[in-house]
Nanobody
Framework: QVQLVESGGGLVQPGGSLRLSCAAS????????MGWYRQAPGNQRELVAR???????NYGTSVKGRFTISRDDAKNTVYLQMNSLKPEDTAVYYC??????????????WGQGTQVTVSS
């Protein structure tokens, strides 16, 4: 059983910062790409940032230069540092990872989501 558990969401003022974390646990054999997506009310889920096994990254257009994704493979954890937050960054943020569980095949896993609200 593989799980992704996010933490670090909350309420922050415009211009502030937050750091999200997502830890993968369970019978994990290997992890490939990890990433963050977000979904605001009435909108489709969109890519925020993604990082592959060798550290190559890609970002959604609206967050480039403000957000930074990183990973710690020893901890099976991916992070999202969010700076210069704007009200339009308000959304539920979901962690995603391509994981091969022990004795299984590659699969796509999602966390339960963490709310980020940017408001004064």
């Amino acid at each position: 059983q593989v799980q992704l558990v996010e933490s670090g969401g909350g309420l922050v003022q415009p211009g502030g910062s937050l750091r999200l974390s997502c830890a993968a646990s369970g019978s994990i054999f290997s992890i490939n790409a990890m990433g963050w997506y977000r979904q605001a009310p009435g909108n489709q889920r969109e890519l925020v940032a993604r990082i592959n096994r060798v550290g190559s990254t890609n970002y959604g257009t609206s967050v480039k230069g403000r957000f930074t994704i990183s990973r710690d493979d020893a901890k099976n954890t991916v992070y999202l540092q969010m700076n210069s937050l704007k009200p339009e960054d308000t959304a539920v943020y979901y962690c995603n990872a391509e994981i091969r569980a022990t004795g299984s095949f590659w699969d796509d896993y999602w966390g339960q989501g963490t709310q980020v609200t940017v408001s004064s």
